[in-house]
């Protein structure tokens, strides 16, 4: 079965502190994609990134940078120099099965992060 | 170029009764799900839609159904209300249905049952 694991239910931080966030996922297939998305207060998931099972290369985008190690079945996601503007319910998601047939996601219980001022 | 529109973004219903959600996917994709966010949690997926007909379906009794249009939008349909129906419904669409298709979510429909 798939599953995804996000072990950090809230987190708060003061502005230009950096963060990171947890992410574990369960999965038998060889070929999955994994997700993060952020949603803001209004509701709509954004989406953020998306990486394959065989890639597993760092990935910084801005103040955002993602950490793949399969060795360990973790996807995690780092915001340096945070802003308020950051604050939001951010969800990793897992996507694969049926042969790649498909792609449903399966999503943690998020993790909501607090920038303050 | 518009994203994911759904419609109404608020509806209050009473327990029993039926309400449908509407969802018009992004322009140029072919393939919309639909997800169900209670309060606190992820969004679990409800079923997808594609080539007019449900392709995959998740852990969700009958009283769930849907439809998909020629023109790709869809809608969700649930009957015998509960309260605990209660929830943000997000549809997503997408370009196909393979893994690595990239979804794009609305802004959601956020339905109270009373």
């Known amino acids: 079965a798939q599953k995804v694991t996000q072990a950090q239910t809230e987190i708060s931080v003061v502005e230009k502190e950096d963060v990171t966030l947890d992410c574990v996922y369960e999965?038998?297939?060889?070929?999955?994609?994994l997700f993060w998305y952020k949603q803001p207060p209004s509701g709509e998931l954004v989406f953020l990134i998306r990486?394959?099972?065989?890639?597993?290369q760092n990935e910084i985008s801005g103040r955002y940078s993602w950490n793949f190690q399969k060795s360990t079945s973790s996807f995690n996601f780092t915001i340096t120099a945070s802003q308020v503007v950051d604050s939001a319910v951010y969800f990793c998601a897992l996507s694969g099965g049926y042969g790649g047939a498909t792609n449903k996601l399966i999503f943690g219980t998020g993790t909501l992060l607090a920038v303050q001022p | 170029d518009a994203g994911v529109t759904q419609s109404p973004t608020h509806l209050i219903k009473t327990r029993g009764q039926q309400v449908t959600l509407r969802c018009s996917p992004k322009?140029?994709?072919?393939?919309v799900s639909w997800y169900q966010q209670a309060l606190g949690q992820g969004p679990q997926f409800i079923f997808q839609?594609?080539?007019?007909?449900?392709?995959q379906r998740g852990n969700f009794p009958d009283r769930f159904s849907g439809h998909q249009f020629p023109n790709y939008s869809s809608e969700l349909n649930v009957n015998a209300l509960l309260l605990g129906d209660s929830a943000l419904y997000l549809c997503?669409?997408?370009?196909?249905?393979?893994?690595?298709?990239?979804?794009?979510f609305g802004q959601g429909t956020r339905l109270t049952v009373v």
């Open positions: 322009s140029g994709h072919d393939t």
């Open positions: 839609y594609y080539e007019e007909e449900e392709r």
């Open positions: 999965t038998r297939d060889t070929t999955y994609y």
């Open positions: 997503a669409s997408s370009l196909d249905r393979g893994v690595r298709a990239e979804a794009f």
């Open positions: 990486r394959n099972s065989f890639d597993e």
